[in-house]
């Protein structure tokens, strides 16, 4: 077997005396480089961990200088979707669920369609806005609740958007070990994994629309009507004070 003349150099004895004239020993510089490499290798791994598992992590705003707290979903395999991440966000108490890619999504401020599937549920299709500054980052607020909500009744969510270019971005996460820190987040913003009326009835309102999507038109519309009845009697009904 043929050896390289660098590592076989190296394996001399370190006592062994240097001829005058002689190359220096390049047993350091091996050593150094092995180390190197072992650093990159535990660096490389420890990300690819991470990479894999929802995280929660406390920032500071660049701009305001002020603290809030992020539960970051896995990276997809690159292989099979576009780089797209999730994250959960509680910033001055105001829950927010935003959309991170790589690609173009949707001029500054600009509503774009935004689509999750929890499991082999429905798709639901909402819309998200780019931030002011960025044309691949959105966000939503007046949805952030009730994603939360989805993606913790499921083992993994499937997400779309549909940019100003008619371009379709996709991405698969797991949601094994999403409920931690997404459960921190929402209690950084002073909320409970559900809204207090749907865990009392627990009927929520995806539940609602899921299960009403399944029934024909005829029946829709019968459940309409009393839904309507329902309310119309709840508001003419006198307040009872607890």
């Known amino acids: 077997m043929k050896h390289n003349r660098a590592f076989c150099v190296a394996y001399r004895g370190v006592n062994q005396r240097r001829e005058p004239g002689a190359p220096a020993s390049p047993l ?9 490499i072992l650093a990159l290798l535990f660096c490389c791994s420890s990300s690819v961990f991470a990479a894999n598992t929802w995280s929660y992590h406390q920032e500071n705003d660049r701009l305001t200088n002020r603290a809030y707290s992020v539960a ?15 994250e959960i966000i509680c910033k001055d108490n105001n829950l927010q669920v935003s959309v991170d890619a790589d690609s173009l999504i949707a001029s500054q401020g600009s509503a774009f369609d935004f689509e999750y599937q929890i499991d082999k549920n429905p798709p639901v299709t909402l819309q998200m806005k780019t931030f002011p500054d960025s044309k ?44 931690e820190p997404v459960k921190h987040v929402l209690a950084d913003c002073g909320l409970n994994p559900s809204g207090t009326t749907a865990a009392e009835s627990g009927y929520s309102l995806s539940e609602f ?34």
């Open 28 to 36: 350091p510089f091996i050593k150094t480089a092995q180390k190197s």
């Open 72 to 86: 970051l979903s896995p990276l997809p395999s690159r292989r099979l979707y576009d780089n797209l991440r999730l």
């Open 136 to 179: 691949r980052k959105g966000y939503t607020e007046e949805y952030a609740k009730r994603i939360v909500d989805d993606l913790l009744t499921g083992q993994s969510i499937f997400i779309r958007i549909k940019t100003m270019i008619q371009k379709v971005l996709s991405a698969a996460m797991p949601l094994e070990n999403a409920a």
């Open 209 to 242: 629309e899921q299960d009403f999507g399944k029934l024909p038109p005829e029946r829709q519309q019968q459940v309409l009507g009393n839904i309507k009845k329902i309310i119309t009697d709840a508001q003419q009904a006198p307040l009872i004070k607890k």
